[in-house]
Nanobody, 124 residues
Framework: QVQLVESGGGLVQAGGSLRLSCAFS????????MAWFRQAPGKEREFVAA???????TYADAVKGRFTISRDSAKNTVYLQMNSLKPEDTAVYYC??????????????????WGQGTQVTVSS
């Protein structure tokens, strides 16, 4: 059974940076596309970024140019580097894994496994 464990969340001031990590276990990492989603209080879970086939990346417009997704196959880990953080980035961030082929990378239903989430709070 695939398990995903996120870490790296916390409280940061606007303009600051955080790096989230997601450790993958219980499966063959290379067979999965990986993504980050986030959910703010009272809102639906939304797509943030995805990395496909270890090289192709795609981002939500709201984070493009500020966030970078990457993966380390040697460590079975996916990262989300978040720079120039804004108060509107405050949310619980979730890591997701989808067995290829991933139908539509921006939809939550395309992913098979989810982490427990890590809180990111950006103060103004």
């Amino acid at each position: 059974q695939v398990q995903l464990v996120e870490s790296g969340g916390g409280l940061v001031q606007a303009g600051g940076s955080l790096r989230l990590s997601c450790a993958f276990s219980g499966g063959t990492f290379s067979r999965y596309d990986m993504a980050w989603f986030r959910q703010a209080p009272g809102k639906e879970r939304e797509f943030v970024a995805a990395i496909l086939w270890s090289t192709f990346t795609t981002y939500a417009d709201a984070v493009k140019g500020r966030f970078t997704i990457s993966r380390d196959s040697a460590k079975n880990t996916v990262y989300l580097q978040m720079n120039s953080l804004k108060p509107e980035d405050t949310a619980v961030y979730y890591c997701a894994a989808g067995l290829r082929p991933t139908p539509v990378v921006r939809l939550t239903g395309s992913y098979d496994y989810w982490g427990q989430g890590t809180q990111v709070t950006v103060s103004s």
